[in-house]
């Protein structure tokens, strides 16, 4: 048993994979997650706020909040989802499914000052896991910079260093979303970890998993299974070579509370914030000799060590509701 369980808090553009993620950090026993930020993305920030909404009551954590977080990037003035995104995850971010609508709406309190308040509340004892763009997280740093010193620890699902983008040959979706953002979080002190495709298009879910969840007959386990197989239709179209379809968002709530389960290598990084390379995350030249390196990237996962987790963790949850 922990000694004492990390809060965490989710930033999520609440799509398929965010709906994992969610189910992982109620499932696991080390976490003790405080609150959910919305964020644009896979869907608008007000759809996925009321996708998490939705998800909490289906998996009974009525108690845990969610709060609306920006609406577009730091630097334009709207926001529009890509066709890819509805077609990976339904129009409505959750595969088309109409889910009971939760009783509550979200919190009259911005997802920002949330963030804030619970950085000096909690400490090194927070977790942070943002998987959409950085906006929310530089937005919190603009308004607070001494959060940079109080945030435990950051770990992002965002980027690609080692192969191509999935929006482009540079650049992955989240961080494209708003790369200037991200390239200011990736230059302060905050101790941060990069879990991008590098490492997420590694840890596959197939319907061998979804069938499982299907025989639980609850009607969490049924939503889970008709969500998860949305999505790797999806990815017979766009990714066929995976064979499944990627656990992008819930491997970083698991890497944020076992880093173990990633190898990683120390790197201050940049992000090129103008064409032909927008979205890129690289090495930074001019602080590649700097002694103090905040920024962790992830390059390789023990990749049967989380499924297992991953399904251990959410089948009994599942079987619960």
């Known amino acids: 048993m922990s000694i004492s369980k990390k809060?965490?808090?989710?930033?999520?553009?609440?799509?398929?994979?965010?709906?994992?993620?969610?189910?992982?950090?109620?499932?696991?026993?080390?976490?003790?997650?405080?609150?959910?930020?919305?964020?644009?993305?896979?869907?608008?920030?007000?759809?996925g706020v009321q996708n998490s909404l939705d998800l909490l009551a289906l998996l009974g954590a009525d108690d845990v909040p969610v709060?609306?977080?920006?609406?577009?990037?730091?630097?334009?003035?709207?926001?529009k989802v890509l066709p890819v995104s509805a077609q990976i995850h339904g129009d409505n971010g959750v595969a088309n499914l109409q889910l009971p609508t939760a009783k509550r709406g979200p919190e009259k309190q911005s997802g920002i000052d949330f963030l804030i308040e619970a950085a000096h509340k909690y400490?090194?004892?927070?977790?942070?896991?943002?998987?959409?763009?950085?906006?929310n997280l530089a937005a919190a740093l603009k308004k607070d910079p001494t959060i940079a010193d109080l945030i435990g620890h950051v770990t992002l699902m965002g980027g690609a260093l080692t192969i191509p983008g999935n929006v482009s040959p540079a650049a992955e979706a989240n961080i494209h979303q708003d790369p200037e953002a991200a390239n200011e979080v990736f230059h302060t002190a905050l101790p941060l970890t990069m879990v991008g495709l590098d490492v997420t298009t590694?840890?596959?879910?197939?319907?061998?998993?979804?069938?499982?969840?299907r025989a639980l007959n609850t009607k969490a386990g049924t939503v889970y299974a008709d969500l998860v197989n949305y999505y790797i239709e999806a990815y017979k179209t766009t990714n066929p070579h995976l064979h499944g379809c990627a656990l992008h968002d819930p491997l970083a709530v698991g890497v944020a509370i076992e880093p173990a389960l990633v190898e990683k290598i120390r790197l201050n990084l940049k992000?090129?914030?103008?064409?032909?390379?927008?979205?890129?995350?690289?090495?930074d030249e001019a602080?590649?000799?700097?002694?103090?390196?905040?920024?962790?990237?992830?390059?390789?996962?023990?990749?049967?060590?989380?499924?297992?987790?991953?399904?251990?963790?959410?089948?009994?949850?599942?079987?619960?509701?």
């Not at 709060?67 to 926001?79: C, I, N, R, S, T």
């Not at 400490?123 to 906006?135: A, H, I, M, R």
């Not at 992000?271 to 090495?283: D, K, M, S, Y």
């Open 123 to 135: 400490k090194d004892q927070l977790l942070f896991v943002p998987t959409g763009p950085l906006t």
């Open 7 to 47: 809060k965490m808090i989710l930033d999520l553009d609440t799509g398929v994979d965010d709906a994992l993620a969610l189910a992982y950090a109620l499932a696991d026993p080390d976490c003790d997650l405080i609150g959910i930020i919305g964020s644009y993305g896979n869907v608008y920030v007000e759809q």
């Open 202 to 213: 590694r840890t596959l879910l197939t319907k061998h998993e979804t069938a499982c969840w």
């Open 67 to 79: 709060y609306l977080g920006a609406q577009h990037a730091l630097h334009v003035d709207g926001f």
């Open 287 to 321: 602080r590649l000799n700097e002694t103090n390196i905040s920024t962790e990237v992830a390059v390789n996962v023990d990749k049967k060590a989380f499924l297992d987790k991953f399904m251990n963790r959410l089948t009994p949850l599942f079987a619960a509701h």
């Open 271 to 283: 992000v090129e914030t103008t064409a032909p390379f927008e979205g890129r995350t690289i090495g």
